[in-house]
């Protein structure tokens, strides 16, 4: 069901037609409406779309929806070249498997986009523009050292959710954020070309306070909470979706919100720049800021 029709792999960023309730890929959505308007169709059945239609999944509201993203963002996959994953119809993945590549990744489906852009076998297949030197070699890698570009795009995509800001940022150019050490910042999302930006909010008491607007992703850092309290993730319901289990002092991340749910991740090590699982768990386990 969360497999994109046009691109043949996990949405990413999904969106959903209301009317039909298939879903894609933001990205692929965008690019398609462009290249078919004005009589835009339904990738999947064809039935014609509206603009009132189309509605992104993480920001959908309403409790089938709710429950909708909860499932997706949760949902435990495989790497579309993992060995064990079934039939894909992609270029990408049957370039993959005639060179003999494959990756071994699971996670939760939430982390599925920021695995994409670590990916090895994904970054080999692809051949991305302006790198034509990488690319497939004797059936292998042609490097295993990523250039700075890349290293820093995947980066970029590792922030989400709540963020601090490490220095001030002052500027007057329209669509940027001006902000001041220490403040905070909800980053929706990373900019696909220019991963030096994050697009993002700025957030005060658990909401955002101003219009989304760019600000330079080397200002900012994920933010970390303490466990206010304990949460046993036994008994809870959707056993495909993946719980965090709390003991009351730990660190998290904070990266999503669904009906009083937070997706995040725990984090660990002297530093506390250690991920070790991520998962959802209750808002209401958010304890203070890390200083």
């Not at 002052?170 to 900019?191: C, E, I, K």
């Not at 991340?253 to 209750?282: C, D, I, L, R």
Request: aromatic share 8%.
């Amino acid at each position: 069901q969360f497999i994109c029709a046009i691109c043949k792999l996990v949405a990413r960023h999904p969106v959903m037609m209301r009317s039909c309730v298939h879903i894609f890929c933001d990205s692929c959505f965008r690019q398609y409406v462009n290249e078919t308007r004005p009589n835009v169709c339904c990738p999947t059945c064809q039935q014609a779309v509206k603009k009132d239609d189309v509605v992104k999944l993480e920001s959908a509201t309403g409790a089938g929806l709710a429950l909708l993203h909860r499932l997706y963002s949760g949902m435990k996959v495989r790497c579309v070249y993992h060995p064990e994953t079934g039939e894909v119809d992609s270029p990408e993945v049957a370039k993959a498997k005639r060179n003999r590549l494959s990756c071994k990744w699971s996670g939760a489906l939430l982390d599925f986009t920021v695995h994409l852009g670590n990916c090895q076998v994904h970054a080999a297949v692809c051949e991305p523009r302006g790198n034509p030197g990488r690319g497939l070699s004797d059936g292998g890698l042609a490097s295993a050292s990523a250039p700075r570009e890349a290293r820093e795009a995947r980066e970029a995509r590792s922030l989400r959710g709540i963020c601090v800001v490490t220095e001030p940022y002052q500027v007057a150019t329209p669509g940027t954020l001006s902000v001041q050490r220490g403040m905070h910042v909800w980053v929706n999302d990373v900019g696909e070309h220019h991963a030096e930006w994050a697009w993002g909010q700025l957030y005060q008491d658990f909401q955002t306070v101003s219009d989304p607007a760019w600000v330079p992703r080397c200002v900012l850092k994920q933010a970390l909470y303490w466990v206010r309290g304990p949460f046993d993730r036994e008994g809870q319901p959707a056993a495909q979706t993946s719980y965090l289990h709390l003991w009351g002092s730990e660190v998290v991340t904070v990266e999503n919100f669904n009906n009083g749910w937070t997706y995040g991740t725990k984090m660990a090590g002297p530093h506390y720049n250690q991920p070790e699982e991520s998962g959802w768990y209750p808002q209401a386990c958010i304890g203070n800021p890390l200083e």
